[in-house]
């Protein structure tokens, strides 16, 4: 056996000490994630790595994980192409690449991940290893959005660490995914969810995502946006388990917060002015849907629920579907752009929105059919007015890009090859992929009737007469970053920690008013030796002879 | 017996020797005479050993007449360890670059004072006691005078108030005499009574003997006169002359004085002792002078001593007899070390104050090596002399939880003594402003002064041995 | 033959570098060639004989030398399991720490009074992870005292001997009241031979008083050297000493001599059962967790970088102590693995400091400022440190704080958990700025006008050799250690065959 799945975290680190010593490695990063790919078809078995950490089991086992891992590999892969272009004239770009590949390490160790410690293992590692490329641009803004990036990064962490032991202890202590079905205690839950929310950025744990994304560099938000905030998903999946009496009783709860968020999003996208803020929003919106899907499977727990392999492509569809937007942000505030490009940019934004024939259409269509199955049926209307929500504010993503364009410098030419293609497989993803995969393929004839179709198509077009009308009164926002209550509390945080009161115990003997006594006395004795010894010794005999 | 008697002989003839003949090169007359005495004190402790407690009537007669000799463990080992630390001083003071000044008489005072010591170790009658105390203040005074005549006063106060002691001492045994008619220990053991005679004379001997001994809080005179004394007079008056009135406390104590006197009388002793520690720690924490400080802490640890005592006698315990001797044996080479290698330290610098040591690392380390070692057996820092003497003497203090309050004195003394030895040895790490560089000659001094402070922690490594001979003592 | 080997083996291992430390003492200043040698000697075959006793232990074999002492208290040194985790760690970073240190103080003077002392240091400390009793223990715990005072006070500056005074003030105190302690038992029980499960259990009954003053007496004494909370404030001071010397204060010799202590007196003295019937350990679990949030709260506010890694110790160590409190294995598991671990991190951080200091002359937190272009491979293993202390994965700290955890929950004490997540935040609070400032931020002007400031031609040469490879040694071991925990030679799988023994029925 020459390739492992233990070898799937290692060739980024390979890739890394080569980089160290030959820098232009940087531009073949993105064959780092490719043996992945080959494994998945290879398909060997999972295996147990007894020599690491406790438990170590590195496999796939669901088709959560297994899609995952496409999308990790695909995301990374291009995004790393794309990287190795616009981040070719930086001064830090091997600091930038440095982060990069520690970033995608964990990243492809928490997706095949088996056990706890691995998956705590790769997220650690992708999470703190992406506060590099959250904050590598120079200036203040970068800074402040990586200092709340970290903040909340480390508080995740610490969550899931308390969210770990606790489920670990509850399980008496088994350390396999597959194990982990005995009930899960309030605090733990709420430990991990919390936790694994801060990474996930759904409402109301999103708050670094609107700073972090629009200051990183395009190829970073497009792995952030595409494959990390996925982990974050991924492990509320693997670490909680369905159909317990807790998650029974939390469903409801976490799917109306998803439901929320995927509105309130939208709302507070639709106030931003730049492109790729109003993606991170959009980003939010969507982790809303996931959110929901999991609670969904929380109620049921049915290991044949059409809902695991829903939860699998929602997560596919919008990585690609968003990273390609986030890279398209990326090239339209800098290169210019004509009208084919255009085009191709409406597509996955119009794709995250349901357009037919995409994987868009796939994925709403069986979500709207998992929503008519569960108890949240009457949810349903909500569904499409949100899908309008999400085209309305994907619009107004594709009218800021357009802006943009007005600032960039005259000189500025058209985007260069290897870039534009990698963004193009990206673009073209939304429909290539139900052409590659028959679960995408099976949902999507689904669709192909009259019914669904308007059904999918209603709140398109509405959003674009929407659009047309809002323009046309050209209604402007005039509320500012003030949504950025994160910004204020980590800089707060900030002040608290470094003057925070403690006490200090430190004893000083005062000695100084004492020195004459001492003086004196030292004085009288060495004058006065002879009669105070002599008189010392009766007055001793005197007492003496008393007290017996 | 008779190794014993020539270890104290052989002193008193080689004084005379000395005297009369006026060789030019006296201290080796010296040197081989202390060799001689050494090796017939070991002889002596073998033969305890080996056969046990034996007495000597000089003269061939019988108690109450004779003067009575007795050789025991315990005093074996006090012979020994005078002849080791006298030894170890002559050669200091032969072989010290700045001992040369001294005066000839150095050397049959010396002589003389170890001779008295020995038959003070050697006697068990009050009488004689006194005789040999006389010899030995007046050598020990004489000894301080020869510093010149900045000694003069303290060597003056110390003369009066030795005096003044051999005086109460004096009326105190013969009150003792009157009522009992004899002066022989192991007699006087059998006869007395807790009668108000009784209890006065013993009290005016004790308050005497505790004058001599400079127990606190009658030690005024001492840190002047030891710190004032040439350095290797300081070494041996404190290591060894207040060492002898302690011994005849004890057998006073223990031996002659009536339980229901000595219980209280024990009390008494170990607050004392106490006091001493702490007073004395206190000040030698406080003086600005190196070899005041080391005088204080010969008051202090004489407080260990004392405390020792008091404990013994107060609860009856013959057990900690071990900690009292183990204590001043301890003591005693510690002090030597520290005394001799403060006063190299001070003779070569010129300066009496502490803070003429900085740099000490670099010029002198042999003898700041010597005073720490020395320091931390004071300390009772294991494995050394000091700290099994500790060990021994807290052991009891434990066992009882009325008794943790004593316990409690002897962490606080622990750590003044802390405080006093490392404010010199943390002096010597400090930088020195003037380039010092090590100093060649005077090295054998150094090591000289080094000796017995490595003797006292080996001590530690034959505490079984030591343990046993106190043990065939108490038995 | 087998038993002579067995009973020398624990001697030879103390003399190893007892002897070349006394031979350094009579050396010349200017024999640096020969002092060099003394001292690789000295560690060369202390690792050979370290590694022969480990094997041995790991096959079960006794090893045992001892002579008369005190009464009832023979002189013991014996090698078990546990005595095997802390000779084993001391040992290896010894090595590390002699060639920084040789690399550290290159032409400075006092270098044989230093590295005398430096040899004394590791023969104390290897002895008193040997001793066998109670009493020997206590012999080498004081004399790591006196050891290392001569090496915090090395510099001679007027700062420093303050410090060295402060750092005697409390570790003589601590010391008089281990003594006592010791004392104590003795008195009550004599001095029996270290047994797991402990030897006091049929006086509980009769001598409750007495055992539990003699727990507290040791446990503030031993507390001065684990730097729990009262008796803490010598270690900040210390931070004057050379760099070599804090590095070994902060992760070998001196506090972990304190928490090793409380772990023999725990296990091996008291015992569980005894421990759990006087209900001692609540107290010192609370005063473990206070320390723990404290020192990181004081090491938040610090500004420089080696005081603030200092209360960091203070913070650290606790994890030890607290495991311990827990009194159950997996706790145990993860309080004997954080000796080493946290050794191996906070010696790391202790070189890159002092590689800080000696190539830039940089202080202070805030000169860090774009270190990682100069100095990237010290800045990495500073960075190594640094995470392993905050317990990200797979650095050995989490390994640590996996087991503590998990042992806090078994225990049934879930509010330490909580200590751990507060600590593990404060943790991040404090080290994640400095690694900001090496790696993003610009570089400072104070030291970009330092002479040495220049890039040379080779990262490897960012600064002495000596200084950079023990750095990256301890950094590489300190993730090996977190990510092959797993296996079968690591403090990890040895604890676990610690707490096996120790937890045997």
Redesign the interface.
């Known amino acids: 056996m020459m390739l492992d799945w233990w070898h799937i975290p290692l060739i980024p680190l390979l890739f890394w000490l080569l980089m160290m010593r030959w820098p232009s490695v940087s531009n073949w990063i993105w064959l780092a994630p490719l043996p992945g790919l080959f494994l998945l078809w290879y398909g060997p078995a999972n295996i147990e790595l007894p020599m690491l950490w406790p438990g170590a089991a590195l496999g796939i086992d669901s088709p959560v994980n297994h899609y995952f891992l496409i999308l990790s590999i695909v995301l990374w892969s291009i995004a790393s192409l794309f990287a190795s272009v616009t981040q070719r004239n930086d001064v830090h770009r091997l600091r930038f690449w440095s982060f990069w590949l520690w970033s995608m390490t964990g990243n492809l160790l928490l997706v095949i991940a088996l056990d706890p410690a691995s998956f705590y293992v790769g997220f650690t590692l992708m999470s703190l290893a992406a506060y590099g490329l959250v904050a590598h641009q120079p200036g203040s803004l970068p800074r402040q959005a990586g200092r709340l990036y970290l903040q909340l990064a480390v508080l995740g962490e610490m969550l899931i660490y308390a969210g770990l032991i606790l489920r670990v202890h509850e399980t008496g202590g088994l350390l396999s995914f597959s194990d982990w079905q005995q009930p899960i205690g309030w605090l733990t839950a709420i430990c991990l969810l919390t936790g694994f929310g801060l990474k996930a950025g759904f409402w109301p744990l999103h708050l670094w995502l609107p700073l972090a994304h629009p200051v990183a560099p395009a190829a970073a938000s497009a792995v952030l946006s595409g494959a990390m905030l996925k982990a974050g998903i991924l492990g509320i999946w693997q670490f909680i388990p369905a159909d317990t009496p807790t998650t029974v009783a939390l469903g409801p709860v976490v799917f109306f917060i998803g439901l929320f968020g995927a509105f309130y999003a939208v709302v507070a996208g639709l106030l931003q002015q730049q492109a790729k803020t109003v993606l991170a929003f959009s980003s939010v919106s969507q982790m809303g849907y996931l959110l929901m899907i999991i609670a969904m499977f929380w109620m049921t727990g049915d290991a044949t629920s059409s809902l695991i392999i829903l939860l699998a492509m929602y997560g596919l569809h919008h990585a690609v579907a968003k990273a390609a937007l986030f890279m398209g942000a990326g090239l339209a505030s800098s290169r210019r752009l004509s009208l084919w490009h255009w085009g191709l940019m409406t597509l996955p934004a119009l794709a995250l929105a349901g357009l037919p024939l995409t994987t868009g259409a796939s994925v709403k269509y069986l979500f709207k059919d998992a929503v008519s199955d569960s108890m949240f049926a009457l949810s349903l209307p909500l569904l499409s007015i949100g899908s309008m929500a999400t085209a309305l504010l994907l619009i107004r993503t594709l009218l800021l890009m357009k802006q943009s364009q007005q600032n960039i410098s005259k000189k500025a030419g058209a985007p260069e090859a290897v870039a534009l293609s990698s963004w193009l497989v990206l673009s073209l993803a939304p429909i290539v992929i139900p052409l590659m995969v028959d679960e995408f393929l099976l949902q999507l004839t689904q669709t192909l009737q009259l019914q669904a179709l308007t059904g999918l198509l209603w709140p398109i077009i509405l959003a674009i007469v929407i659009s047309a009308v809002a323009s046309k009164l050209s209604l402007k926002t005039s509320f500012k970053a003030k949504l950025f209550a994160g910004r204020w509390l980590s800089l707060r945080l900030r002040y608290f920690l470094i003057h925070f009161p403690v006490p200090q115990w430190v004893i000083r003997l005062k000695l100084d008013g004492w020195r004459h006594v001492e003086r004196t006395i030292n004085k009288f004795s060495s004058v006065g030796t002879l009669p105070i010894t002599i008189g010392l010794t009766f007055l001793m005999m005197l007492s003496w002879t008393m007290l017996f | 017996m008779n190794a014993a008697l020539v270890s104290m002989v052989v002193p008193f003839f080689a004084a005379m020797l000395v005297l009369m003949w006026r060789p030019q090169q006296q201290s080796w007359l010296v040197i081989v005479a202390s060799i001689v005495s050494l090796l017939a004190a070991m002889m002596a402790l073998l033969s305890v050993i080996d056969s046990g407690p034996q007495s000597l009537n000089l003269g061939g007669w019988e108690s109450p007449l004779a003067i009575r000799f007795q050789l025991m463990p315990v005093n074996a080992l006090l012979i020994v360890t005078t002849a080791v630390i006298h030894l170890i001083v002559v050669c200091f003071a032969a072989s010290s670059h700045h001992c040369q000044s001294i005066k000839q008489a150095f050397w049959p005072l010396a002589l003389l004072l170890h001779g008295s010591l020995v038959a003070l170790w050697l006697s068990m009658d009050l009488f004689n006691w006194y005789v040999t105390l006389e010899l030995l203040g007046l050598a020990a005074v004489s000894l301080v005078t020869l510093a010149g005549h900045k000694a003069l006063r303290a060597a003056l106060d110390y003369l009066l108030l030795s005096l003044f002691a051999s005086l109460t001492y004096l009326l105190g045994v013969v009150m003792l005499y009157g009522q009992y008619g004899t002066l022989d220990i192991a007699l006087l053991a059998t006869l007395t009574e807790a009668d108000r005679v009784t209890q006065t004379a013993l009290l005016l001997i004790s308050a005497g003997l505790m004058l001599k001994a400079a127990l606190w809080p009658l030690h005024l005179w001492l840190p002047a006169a030891h710190s004032s004394a040439p350095t290797p007079v300081s070494a041996l008056l404190s290591a060894l002359v207040v060492k002898a009135p302690l011994f005849i406390l004890w057998l006073l104590w223990s031996r002659v004085a009536p339980s229901e006197l000595a219980v209280p009388m024990g009390f008494w002793l170990a607050l004392l002792g106490g006091g001493a520690l702490m007073i004395g720690g206190w000040s030698a924490c406080r003086t600005p002078h190196l070899k005041t400080l080391v005088a204080y802490s010969t008051v202090a640890q004489l407080g260990y001593g004392l405390l020792a005592l008091g404990l013994l006698l107060h609860w009856q315990l013959n057990d900690l007899q071990a900690a009292l001797w183990l204590f001043v044996v301890a003591h005693a080479l510690a002090k030597t070390s520290m005394f001799l290698a403060a006063g190299e330290i001070q003779a070569s610098t010129g300066k009496k104050r502490l803070n003429s040591l900085r740099g000490m690392t670099l010029t002198m380390p042999v003898a700041l090596f010597a005073f720490a070692v020395a320091g931390g057996s004071l300390i009772g820092l294991p494995p050394s002399g000091g700290f099994i003497a500790k060990w021994l003497l807290i052991q009891p203090m434990l066992i009882e939880p009325a008794h943790w309050p004593w316990a409690l004195l002897v962490i606080i003394a622990t750590l003044l003594s802390a405080a006093y030895v490392f404010r010199v040895v943390s002096q010597g790490f400090r930088q020195s402003s003037v380039s010092a560089t090590a100093t060649e000659h005077g090295k054998s001094a150094q090591w000289l002064a080094l000796l017995p402070a490595i003797l006292v922690w080996l001590m530690a490594l034959f505490s079984e041995p030591l343990l046993q001979l106190m043990d065939v003592f108490s038995a | 033959m087998m038993t002579d080997i067995q009973t020398i083996l624990p001697v030879a291992i103390v003399l190893s570098s007892l002897i070349p430390g006394l031979l350094i003492f009579s050396l010349k200043e200017s024999q640096h060639r020969l002092r060099i040698t003394l001292n690789l000697a000295g560690v060369f075959s202390k690792l050979l004989l370290v590694g022969w006793m480990l094997h041995g232990v790991s096959q079960g074999q006794q090893f045992s030398f001892n ?5 009832g208290a023979d ?1 013991i040194l014996q090698g078990d399991a546990l005595s095997l985790q802390f000779v084993a760690l001391s040992s290896v970073l010894w090595l590390a720490t002699t060639i920084y240190a040789i690399g550290y103080l290159e032409g400075s ?2 270098r044989s ?1 230093f590295f005398g002392y430096f040899s004394l240091c590791v023969s104390a400390t290897v002895g008193l992870a040997l001793a066998g009793n109670l ?1 020997t223990f ?2 080498f715990y ?2 790591l ?2 050891a290392t ?2 090496l915090v ?6 700062a ?2 303050r410090a ?2 402060v750092y ?2 409390y570790t ?2 601590g ?3 281990v ?2 302690g010791v ?2 038992l ?3 029980a004599g001095t029996p031979d270290f047994i797991p499960g402990g030897y006091l259990s049929p006086l509980v009954d009769q001598h409750q ?2 055992l539990t ?1 003699a727990f507290v007496l040791m446990v503030l004494g031993l507390g001065v050297k684990a730097a729990l909370l ?1 008796v803490h ?1 010598w270690l900040p001071q210390a931070m004057v000493a050379p760099a070599p010397v804090s590095a070994l204060l902060h992760a070998v010799a001196v506090v972990k001599a304190g928490a090793f202590g409380i772990i023999r007196l725990v296990y091996d003295v008291y015992g569980i059962e005894t421990l759990s019937l006087l209900q001692l350990t609540e107290g010192l679990m609370i005063l473990a967790a206070a320390t723990i949030i ?1 020192g990181s ?2 090491a ?2 610090q500004t420089e970088i080696k005081k603030r890694l200092a209360y960091s110790t203070v913070s650290q160590v606790s994890y030890i102590t607290l495991g311990v409190a827990m009194l159950g294995p997996i706790a145990a598991i993860g309080a004997l693995v954080h000796l080493v671990h946290q050794g191996l991190m906070k010696i790391t951080l202790f070189f890159c400091a002092g590689n800080f200091a000696e190539t830039l002359n940089i202080h202070h937190i805030r000169e860090m400022n774009g270190l ?1 272009q100069r100095m990237p491979l010290t800045m990495a293993a500073f960075t190594i440190g640094a ?1 392993g202390m ?5 650095i050995a700290g ?2 640590s ?2 087991y503590l ?2 042992g ?3 225990t049934g004490q ?1 509010w330490i ?2 200590v ?2 507060c600590s ?3 943790n ?2 404090y080290f ?1 700025p400095l690694l ?1 400032r090496g ?2 931020a610009k570089p400072a002007v104070e030291w970009a006008a330092h002479p040495q400031a220049k890039r040379p031609a080779s990262v490897w040469n960012e600064t002495h050799w000596m200084l950079l490879w023990p750095t990256l040694f301890t950094a590489l071991l300190a993730i090996v250690t ?6 079968d030679f690591s403090p990890l799988a040895w604890a676990q065959l610690i707490v096996a023994r120790e937890f045997a029925p």
């Open positions: 002579i008369t002492f005190l009464p002189l003077a006092f009074r009493v206590l012999v004081e004399l005292t006196l005072f001569p006070v090395h510099r001679g500056t007027d420093a001997i060295g005074k005697l003030a003589v105190s010391g008089v009241l003594l006592m004392a104590l003795h008195a009550l008083a007495g003053l009262p404030g404290y709260i004081r938040l506010q990682g995470l905050i317990g990200v994965p797979p989490f390994i704080k996996w955890g998990l806090a929950l078994e879930s958990l909580w751990f997540v593990g935040l404060l991040a609070a994640l900001y790696w993003f977190g990510i092959l925990a797993g296996s």
